[in-house]
């Protein structure tokens, strides 16, 4: 089963619609004859995991909220478990800027969002510079043009290496990358703002890509 964590509560803002997006990259997954489930408790669908065969996260920063919930611990701690034991994570766009004191967040991911640091030129209709043929996700698509925004300036590890990304001001900024994290899989792809971002059929080749690879 595959668990799509959608931002909602405490992980809601209103730059985003959680909802939608969320229903559209379920419907993608429907599509390869997997079932998802959507799970609008953000903190509750992190906290038990039995069965979930990967993770996926599209939510917002719940800081604005109050970054710390009587929840959180028990979200952390079976967060921590799942990936130990060798579960695989498709983070999306805006999540990169949550779950602020969970350091494991971030070493998992490979990178995030820091305030004061990371930006984004206006949303437009953006140019994707693809590495075709650097992974299996991205095995056989060049570059495309999406509307979406474009993350930049993201504080990430040296240990990833991206698969897409986009030049602004002259400096190469990474929009999708995936990595092994100990016994786990994980892919972050910091495209899908809103529905427009799902109509791109580059771009849900490459969310089904990387199902396929998350899920072997």
Known sequence: ???????????????????????????????????A???????????????????VVNVGDPQPHGSESAELPAARAGF?????GGGSLLALHV??????T???WEEILG????KGQSMHPPYDHARVLVNTGAHEIVETIGDFSVWDERY??????????PLAYHRHDGVEHPLLWAREHHAGRVVYDALGHDERSYDSPEHRAILIGAVDWLTR
Not at 11 to 34: C, K, M, N, Q, W
Not at 80 to 84: D, G, L, P, V
């Open 102 to 104: 969970v350091p494991e």
């Open 1 to 35: 089963m595959i668990r799509i964590l959608s931002g909602a509560g405490r992980y809601a803002d209103p730059y985003h619609e959680f909802a939608v997006t969320s229903a559209r990259v379920a419907g993608l997954i429907a599509g390869t004859g997997r079932k």
């Open 152 to 161: 930049s300036h993201l504080r990430v590890s040296a240990a990833i290496r």
């Open 111 to 114: 990178g995030r969002w820091v």
């Open 37 to 55: 489930e959507v799970v609008e408790d953000v903190e509750g669908g992190l906290a038990d995991l039995t069965g979930v065969e990967l993770l």
């Open 95 to 100: 999540s990169a800027t949550s779950f602020p």
């Open 80 to 84: 921590a478990a799942y990936m130990a």
